[in-house]
């Protein structure tokens, strides 16, 4: 049972314009959610998180919304750069358990 | 400082054969993870551990075993190797506060497994 899902695999736009990507998961449990980047043969790297007391956090061209009522999260890149092509995880955790689940990536491209 | 740091990169097993990937890192984290990456998958959690001698299972657990005697190491241990083990592991690390802190992950450069 995936508690935590990206239902598009794979997103192109132009450079400059905004890219969306999605998130929905299952667990009322969840109180943290975070959005990792990943290059080719390297390891994810950590992007931007939000605590579920707030719906938005920003960081530069990067923000993050979440709907806890329809228990869904987005992550918006604004302008969109080629150097964002990468597959992207959202990821949602609970204080009470310290398990941290992926979902299952969303691959950006962006194109000049 | 070294971050996380994961080895062997690459190996190859047979079926049947037992192996260990290591994982050690040097940023005095609690909270030590292993995933496995597959296509269409994403980062699927195996085991975890929020301080040493304390260990948990994740989402797929079966056909591993860990175990946490230093802050630093986090081994990680195929009793005996499937082909279903074929796959990318990566180890991670957090600084562990129960919250949203736990869930930023250094994550080491990974381990691509491939079980004949």
């Known amino acids: 049972d995936q508690q935590v899902k990206q239902n598009s695999p794979s997103l192109s736009v132009q450079e400059g314009r905004i890219s969306i990507l999605n998130c929905d998961y299952t667990?009322?449990?969840?109180?943290?959610f975070l959005w990792y980047k990943k290059y080719p043969a390297e390891g994810p790297t950590f992007l931007i998180s939000?605590?579920?007391?707030?719906d938005k956090n920003e960081d530069g061209r990067f923000t993050v919304f979440l709907n806890k009522s329809a228990k869904h999260l987005s992550l918006h890149i604004v302008p969109s750069q080629p150097g964002d092509s990468a597959v992207y995880f959202c990821a949602a955790g609970s204080s009470n358990t310290g398990k941290l689940i992926f979902g299952q990536g969303t691959t950006l491209q962006v194109k000049p | 400082n070294a971050g996380v740091t994961q080895t062997p990169k690459f190996q190859v097993l047979k079926t049947g054969q037992s192996m260990t990937l290591q994982c050690a890192q040097d940023m005095n984290h609690e909270y030590m993870s292993w995933y496995r990456q597959d296509p269409g998958m994403g980062l699927r959690l195996i085991h975890y551990?929020?301080?040493?001698?304390?260990?948990d299972q994740g989402e797929v657990p079966n056909g591993y075993n860990v175990s946490r005697s230093t802050t630093e190491d986090f081994p990680l241990r195929l009793l005996s190797a499937a082909p279903s083990q074929t796959s990318v592991y990566f180890c991670?690390?957090?600084?562990?506060?129960?919250?949203?802190?736990?869930?930023?992950?250094?994550f080491g450069e990974g381990s691509r497994l491939t079980v004949l």
């Open positions: 667990n009322s449990m969840f109180d943290y």
């Open positions: 551990s929020v301080g040493a001698g304390i260990t």
């Open positions: 939000i605590s579920s007391i707030k």
């Open positions: 991670a690390s957090s600084y562990s506060d129960g919250g949203p802190n736990t869930g930023e992950l250094f």
